[in-house]
């Protein structure tokens, strides 16, 4: 009991003074929460190099690194990179989260369709991209095609799998109202089963997304002239660790920010939804 | 118009068991005349909810005759408007949305019965509103005007107010009440509340379990809107009460005898 109790003085004084003095900044808040462990370990980096306790070869400063980025920007040659992978990536989502949207939609509708291509899919989608790299190669050479290729086979899979989780998803109390409706066929899907299912739409485009990234990455080191994957690639093998730092915070910058953006359509399209939000834990 | 707008014959609902079939439904006869409010009350089992899904279409398998305007009832169409105990709202959808659901809100004659329906079920002020900000009870109110935009010959109504609290149920039956003195669509409510049949009823058809059957059907001859405190609501009150009684005894002596 008493544990309890003071469990909740604790949590409910400083409620209350966020609450009265900075009501307004507390998406600053957030924003300087979210960038304590990150800054902080960057701190910790930088001291440590100096010192002269790490190897610059294995592991350069973020002064270093940050230099790096400041010549490739200038040279012209990382946004040369980037607008080559974005555009490998952005082909594969295309055609990978296109199929797999349609084939959810397909089989999610149809209980016949889910028992004709289901299992197969199933049985594809674990084929990892390593095993599957090289015969695309072989087929497809090396160009691109089998680069957007392997990133559409990834694409698809979370495209896929929760596009017809979400049309199973839907509430079943809400066709019984559909029917004493009388929709026809074409409004139970375009006004019942798909915005039934947009939350878990949302899902599999954002998860889609990540994984076209990370076939990006598959696709360029395997074998590739350009992009961000073959820049790393490049300067692993020259010893060049801060290019390679500077590759692999480039991937994780256009990740998050591709991320934050479909997020953001997802809050503005998804307001109507009554869900939890976290609590204060 | 019709002296039988629904008429209900005859009709029988077995299901069947292993341990033995149930009879849900045994020779039910109703007729109600158009414009009618008539409720139907009952303890659980006695196949009330069964028989509105008949009336609706929602159930098929029985045996009889269902006649809605002198055609038999095959499914579930806009006639037959359904409301069921919770509100089963679009979520996605704003009120006025929810409303029109299948219906274009930008045709002039739609838009214009929505707002008129929005101001009979009193939502005005929350056309835009998802159904995540609404009360029970307002979400029951756009259910309910949902279906009237349908114009139905027959709303149907199952327990409609059962979940919500004892004030709001009293406020809902007054609307309810309102919307049927205005509109004048012929409505079916089951309840399992005694006071809510009496008060909302024409007639309050009185049904029995195993097997579900009509046991009596008591006119009420009350002008609306009805005083719960007087003393005649409160005769016709123990008149059904009494009915109910016949009902439940031999139930409770069979419960006793287990």
Same mark, same amino acid.
């Given at each position: 009991?008493?544990?309890?109790?003071?469990?909740?003085?604790?949590?409910?004084?400083?409620?209350?003074?966020?609450?009265?003095?900075?009501?307004?900044?507390?998406?600053?808040?957030?924003?300087?929460?979210?960038?304590?462990?990150?800054?902080?370990?960057?701190?910790?980096?930088?001291?440590?190099?100096?010192?002269?306790?790490?190897?610059?070869?294995?592991?350069?400063?973020?002064?270093?690194?940050?230099?790096?980025?400041?010549?490739?920007?200038?040279?012209?040659?990382?946004?040369?990179?980037?607008?080559?992978?974005?555009?490998?990536?952005?082909?594969?989502?295309?055609?990978?989260?296109?199929?797999?949207?349609?084939?959810?939609?397909?089989?999610?509708?149809?209980?016949?369709?889910?028992?004709?291509?289901?299992?197969?899919?199933?049985?594809?989608?674990?084929?990892?991209?390593?095993?599957?790299?090289?015969?695309?190669?072989?087929?497809?050479?090396?160009?691109?095609?089998?680069?957007?290729?392997?990133?559409?086979?990834?694409?698809?899979?979370?495209?896929?799998?929760?596009?017809?989780?979400?049309?199973?998803?839907?509430?079943?109390?809400?066709?019984?109202?559909?029917?004493?409706?009388?929709?026809?066929?074409?409004?139970?899907?375009?006004?019942?089963?798909?915005?039934?299912?947009?939350?878990?739409?949302?899902?599999?485009?954002?998860?889609?997304?990540?994984?076209?990234?990370?076939?990006?990455?598959?696709?360029?080191?395997?074998?590739?002239?350009?992009?961000?994957?073959?820049?790393?690639?490049?300067?692993?093998?020259?010893?060049?660790?801060?290019?390679?730092?500077?590759?692999?915070?480039?991937?994780?910058?256009?990740?998050?920010?591709?991320?934050?953006?479909?997020?953001?359509?997802?809050?503005?399209?998804?307001?109507?939804?009554?869900?939890?939000?976290?609590?204060?834990? | 118009?019709?002296?039988?707008?629904?008429?209900?014959?005859?009709?029988?609902?077995?299901?069947?068991?292993?341990?033995?079939?149930?009879?849900? *439904?045994?020779?039910?006869?109703?007729?109600?005349?158009?414009?009618? *409010?008539?409720?139907?009350?009952?303890?659980?089992?006695?196949?009330?909810?069964?028989?509105?899904?008949?009336?609706?279409?929602?159930?098929?398998?029985?045996?009889?005759?269902?006649?809605?305007?002198?055609?038999?009832?095959?499914?579930?169409?806009?006639?037959?408007?359904?409301?069921?105990?919770?509100?089963?709202?679009?979520?996605?959808?704003?009120?006025?949305?929810?409303?029109?659901?299948?219906?274009?809100?930008?045709?002039?004659?739609?838009?214009?019965?929505?707002?008129?329906?929005?101001?009979?079920?009193? *939502?005005?002020?929350?056309?835009?509103?998802?159904?995540?900000?609404?009360?029970?009870?307002?979400?029951?109110?756009?259910?309910?005007?949902?279906?009237?935009?349908?114009?139905?010959?027959?709303?149907?109504?199952?327990?409609?107010?059962?979940?919500?609290?004892?004030?709001?149920?009293?406020?809902?039956?007054?609307?309810? /009440?309102?919307?049927?003195?205005?509109?004048?669509?012929?409505? /079916?409510?089951?309840?399992?509340?005694?006071?809510?049949?009496?008060?909302?009823?024409?007639?309050?058809?009185?049904?029995?379990?195993?097997?579900?059957?009509?046991?009596?059907?008591?006119?009420?001859?009350?002008?609306?809107?009805?005083?719960?405190?007087?003393?005649?609501?409160?005769?016709?009150?123990?008149?059904? /009460?009494?009915?109910?009684?016949?009902?439940?005894?031999?139930?409770?002596?069979?419960?006793?005898?287990?």
């Amino acid at each position: 009991m008493q544990q309890v109790e003071t469990r909740s003085a604790i949590s409910a004084k400083p409620k209350k003074q966020i609450g009265r003095s900075i009501r307004l900044s507390l998406r600053t808040v957030n924003v300087l929460l979210s960038l304590l462990l990150p800054v902080t370990v960057l701190i910790v980096w930088q001291g440590a190099g100096m010192l002269g306790l790490l190897n610059p070869t294995l592991l350069p400063t973020p002064a270093v690194i940050l230099q790096e980025f400041i010549d490739l920007t200038r040279s012209g040659e990382l946004l040369a990179h980037l607008r080559i992978s974005s555009w490998r990536a952005l082909l594969g989502f295309l055609l990978g989260g296109g199929l797999g949207l349609a084939a959810g939609l397909w089989v999610g509708f149809s209980y016949k369709a889910e028992r004709l291509v289901d299992p197969s899919l199933q049985m594809l989608r674990t084929l990892p991209h390593l095993a599957v790299a090289p015969l695309f190669i072989l087929w497809f050479g090396f160009d691109e095609t089998s680069k957007v290729l392997l990133i559409a086979k990834g694409a698809f899979f979370p495209m896929y799998v929760n596009t017809f989780l979400g049309i199973r998803s839907v509430d079943n109390k809400l066709f019984d109202v559909a029917e004493a409706l009388q929709f026809s066929r074409w409004q139970l899907m375009t006004k019942l089963m798909l915005p039934g299912a947009l939350p878990n739409l949302f899902l599999g485009l954002r998860l889609s997304i990540g994984v076209a990234w990370l076939g990006l990455v598959v696709a360029e080191m395997m074998g590739s002239s350009s992009g961000i994957g073959y820049l790393i690639n490049d300067a692993r093998y020259f010893s060049i660790t801060s290019v390679v730092f500077v590759g692999i915070l480039v991937f994780a910058a256009f990740g998050k920010l591709t991320d934050s953006l479909v997020k953001l359509l997802e809050r503005r399209m998804l307001r109507w939804q009554d869900s939890y939000k976290g609590g204060d834990l | 118009m019709s002296q039988e707008w629904l008429l209900v014959q005859g009709v029988n609902r077995v299901f069947p068991a292993p341990s033995g079939d149930i009879v849900a *439904l045994r020779n039910i006869d109703l007729r109600v005349s158009e414009g009618q *409010l008539v409720t139907i009350i009952g303890p659980s089992g006695c196949g009330k909810s069964t028989l509105l899904k008949i009336i609706a279409g929602l159930d098929t398998s029985y045996e009889g005759q269902v006649l809605l305007n002198g055609t038999p009832i095959t499914g579930p169409s806009i006639e037959k408007g359904v409301i069921f105990q919770e509100p089963r709202l679009f979520p996605w959808l704003t009120v006025e949305k929810n409303i029109a659901a299948n219906l274009p809100l930008r045709r002039p004659d739609v838009r214009q019965r929505v707002d008129e329906l929005i101001e009979l079920v009193r *939502l005005k002020g929350f056309e835009k509103a998802y159904p995540r900000e609404l009360s029970g009870g307002m979400a029951q109110r756009v259910a309910i005007a949902r279906a009237l935009l349908r114009n139905p010959a027959v709303l149907l109504l199952d327990e409609p107010f059962g979940a919500l609290d004892a004030f709001t149920r009293a406020h809902m039956q007054e609307v309810l /009440l309102d919307i049927w003195q205005q509109n004048g669509t012929t409505m /079916l409510l089951v309840t399992h509340d005694l006071d809510e049949a009496v008060f909302l009823g024409e007639r309050v058809v009185v049904m029995n379990p195993r097997p579900g059957q009509i046991s009596s059907i008591q006119t009420i001859d009350l002008p609306f809107p009805r005083k719960r405190t007087s003393s005649s609501f409160q005769e016709m009150r123990r008149i059904v /009460l009494s009915e109910f009684e016949k009902v439940e005894g031999p139930v409770v002596d069979a419960g006793a005898g287990i």
